[in-house]
């Protein structure tokens, strides 16, 4: 999952793939050789289980970050984004080095790295960038990004890899480049990702199954919440977690939490009990891995309403046990199961972001309403509410 909003800024205005060919022949002279798309995601249920070869399951937006570009022969990388100050950023290929800390361009120039280092012939580039993926609320604004760089690198120079592999260079990028210690899930849902679908992620494993999840067909809506809180966790705390974790684990002689399953968690507790911060991170993963199973066999029985009271389990367990959650998010969450949602639970790494709501869709309105006007009432910044439409993962757009 990112742990990182730093991906290129975005705007709230769509982005077609002729405005964005148009967008890198101003910037560069000339015409690109293609537009690539990678979207943003949401995570139906799964947090913080995929760096503990756990259970995910997300869905693609229809938000995406659009990639205009063309090859280079001088070994130069060049990188523009429609979102950013600065304009042109300049790299050259034989100086890349991992660059924490370095702002939006560190993710592409990650790829490149990622697929050098890895022994793929990738030479130099130039890339210009539109995005309509929110940063910074749990959207997967970065792995849009990454994804969006390697599909159209993998074109560009024919390298023909698959779009699991594409995934994990972008993470790849992202833990060793970027120094963000994220897990596969967020990379593999903007690469893999099916229109009408959630993605059930063995993150172990990686297989991967397309579950139908066909809300309006069923008279169902997934609202996203944009609390507008920024989420950063690139300064720790999201380290801190999967630390504890990787802690908790070995205390247990597991290889990942992954391996506790739900009916032994009395038992791993118990042995834990002199470690209270450990023993709330482990009752997290086990439990939410389980949610997860548990999501996936109501969706296979066409039981869709059933997920409700599951994804506000998960919210409490991010809550108490993660401790990840913030009052936005906790106030949206509420008012929304107040005003009638079916479940509500935020949604990414946490500390801000956004939150998901499943709701009947005669509901969906006044359920957007009750959580807009408590955020008015609590003195917060207006949400930006919008529909969760399970969408196409990375493409090439002509």
Request: glycine letters at 12%.
């Amino acid at each position: 999952m990112s742990a990182h909003g730093a991906a290129t800024p975005t705007t709230e205005r769509p982005h077609g793939a002729q405005h964005t060919a148009e967008r890198f022949a101003a910037v560069y002279g000339t015409a690109p050789q293609g537009i690539w798309a990678a979207p943003g995601r949401v995570n139906l249920i799964g947090e913080h289980t995929d760096y503990n070869d756990g259970f995910v399951m997300p869905l693609a937006l229809p938000h995406t970050t659009l990639a205009a570009a063309a090859p280079r022969t001088d070994g130069v990388l060049r990188l523009h984004s429609g979102g950013a100050d600065g304009g042109i950023v300049e790299l050259r290929l034989d100086e890349l080095r991992p660059a924490p800390g370095a702002g939006w361009a560190a993710y592409p120039a990650g790829i490149v790295w990622a697929m050098r280092e890895a022994g793929l012939p990738v030479g130099g580039a130039d890339l210009h960038y539109d995005s309509t993926v929110p940063t910074g609320a749990g959207l997967s604004s970065s792995a849009a990004l990454e994804v969006a760089t390697a599909l159209a690198l993998n074109d560009l120079y024919g390298l023909g890899l698959e779009r699991q592999r594409l995934a994990q260079l972008a993470q790849r990028a992202e833990n060793a480049f970027v120094g963000v210690p994220c897990g596969i899930m967020d990379q593999t849902a903007a690469a893999c990702c099916t229109e009408g679908h959630a993605l059930f992620l063995d993150t172990r494993d990686l297989t991967r199954r397309q579950v139908p999840f066909d809300l309006a067909a069923e008279g169902l809506r997934l609202l996203v919440v944009d609390t507008r809180v920024q989420h950063e966790l690139g300064d720790g705390a999201y380290a801190e977690r999967r630390a504890g974790c990787e802690s908790g684990a070995r205390a247990l002689g597991v290889r990942a939490l992954r391996d506790v399953a739900a009916p032994h968690l009395p038992e791993a507790l118990a042995k834990l009990a002199d470690r209270p911060d450990v023993q709330a991170l482990v009752r997290h993963i086990v439990t939410e891995n389980h949610r997860v199973e548990q999501v996936v066999a109501c969706l296979d029985a066409g039981r869709t309403r059933a997920i409700g009271p599951l994804l506000t389990a998960g919210h409490a367990s991010l809550r108490d046990d993660f401790k990840i959650s913030c009052r936005e998010l906790d106030l949206a969450v509420d008012t929304a199961n107040a005003a009638g949602a079916l479940g509500a639970r935020m949604t990414g790494g946490g500390f801000g972001g956004s939150a998901i709501v499943l709701v009947e869709e005669t509901a969906a309105r006044a359920v957007g309403t009750a959580v807009t006007e408590a955020f008015a009432a609590a003195g917060h910044a207006a949400p930006r509410i919008f529909e969760a439409v399970p969408s196409a993962g990375a493409r090439r757009l002509d």
